[in-house]
């Protein structure tokens, strides 16, 4: 769309905050306009999305959270402009110039994500028939994939010529099954721990975190955009899906997750429950497993076999880059569990010590 249209288009919407437009930019659902009061972005979304999210914002901003990049009110106070079947609205535009050097982009991301969750937190009721329901119907979903790994790899193993696919699948199938049982024990354990609870820890989430919706200002003050997608929930709807679409890379250790996340837990740390439910959801394999279920449904003559060869190999490698991440948080909490045992035996002897050359003196 030229320059030309997309000032005719925005103009009219522009009225209604009393903005004449000079010049506009079309950075695909966002325009940065150029006007005589200053330099703003404008963001067209789905009227089917609503303005629920403004709500989210305004309640964070009353909790003393500022770091959102403000929307601003219409002349006649609505936050949003419907014009041709889409919503707008407008924010002021960040130049999101970092500066040199700048190399804590995601750990700044993730305490700012902390600090949000830290000042939306609240307690909310369970309900334990929901609770329990919800239990059993993943436990049995679960169980079903691993009757259907185990019964692919044996199907597999009794050909005399596999497919590519096939073989591929039998080299990695014990790290699939370990992944499942893993992410089983972990969310039976949460179960046990929590099934009494009638509380648990909601948020105001953002709904898509994401480096590109976290921007920097002209004095480098970084601020989330795009609370579309905001909701309450748990913190972990806006920890897991960031870090596996992070890792669903290449092969790689990823240390600065580690990182990231215990920047996170520093300012926002996970409770016991949360932590075994965070495990659990995070080493299930479920992308491999559509994998797995796509070729097994497909008939020969429908099958790709090397676009379905490269898929299994992709989420494998997003399976073990998972794995590392876990196996250095199981590290790294059996050592601060040690500590803290140990500190308590240290003072448990000293208090002992202290009571007995009391004991003496008297």
């Given at each position: ?36 009061k200053g330099v703003y972005s404008l963001k067209k979304i789905s009227p089917h999305h609503g303005t629920d999210f403004i709500r989210n914002i305004q309640y964070l ?137 009638t509380k648990a820890r909601a948020v105001i989430t953002h709904g898509k975190i994401s480096p590109e919706h976290f921007l920097y200002d002209d004095r480098g003050y ?88 490269q898929s299994l190999q992709k989420q494998y490698w997003l399976l073990k880059n998972t794995e590392y991440i876990i196996m250095r948080i199981e590290e790294i909490e ?29």
């Amino acid at each position: 769309m030229s320059n030309v249209n997309l000032l005719e288009q925005t103009t009219p919407i522009l009225k209604h905050y009393s903005i004449k437009p000079h010049f506009v930019e079309n950075f695909g659902k966002v325009q940065r306009v150029y006007s005589d009061k200053g330099v703003y972005s404008l963001k067209k979304i789905s009227p089917h999305h609503g303005t629920d999210f403004i709500r989210n914002i305004q309640y964070l901003f009353q909790r003393g959270y500022n770091r959102i990049v403000p929307v601003y009110p219409t002349i006649d106070g609505r936050y949003a402009v419907l014009h041709n079947q889409n919503l707008y609205y407008l924010m002021p535009w960040l130049p999101n110039e970092e500066k040199e050097n700048r190399t804590e982009r995601h750990e700044q991301l993730f305490r700012e994500l902390a600090r949000l969750h830290t000042l939306s937190v609240r307690e909310v009721s369970i309900n334990k028939e929901e609770k329990e329901e919800h239990y059993e119907h993943t436990i049995q979903t679960w169980e079903k994939e691993t009757e259907f790994v185990d019964g692919f790899i044996e199907e597999c193993e009794r050909k005399w010529y596999m497919s590519p696919f096939e073989l591929l699948f039998c080299l990695y199938y014990q790290d699939i099954s370990q992944a499942l049982q893993y992410s089983t024990r972990k969310f039976k354990e949460w179960y046990e721990n929590t099934k009494e609870n009638t509380k648990a820890r909601a948020v105001i989430t953002h709904g898509k975190i994401s480096p590109e919706h976290f921007l920097y200002d002209d004095r480098g003050y970084a601020y989330f955009i795009n609370f579309e997608n905001s909701k309450e929930g748990s913190p972990l709807q806006d920890l897991l899906p960031f870090l596996s679409r992070y890792v669903n890379t290449l092969p790689k250790q990823c240390e600065e997750c580690v990182t990231w996340i215990y920047n996170y837990f520093k300012y926002f740390p996970l409770k016991e429950d949360e932590m075994l439910l965070f495990l659990s959801y995070f080493a299930h394999p479920g992308p491999i497993l559509r994998v797995l279920e796509q070729y097994h449904k497909s008939s020969n003559k429908n099958k790709n076999e090397r676009k379905l060869v490269q898929s299994l190999q992709k989420q494998y490698w997003l399976l073990k880059n998972t794995e590392y991440i876990i196996m250095r948080i199981e590290e790294i909490e059996r050592e601060k569990k040690a500590e803290a045992e140990a500190a308590a035996r240290a003072k448990a002897e000293a208090e002992a010590n202290a009571s007995s050359q009391d004991g003496a003196q008297s």
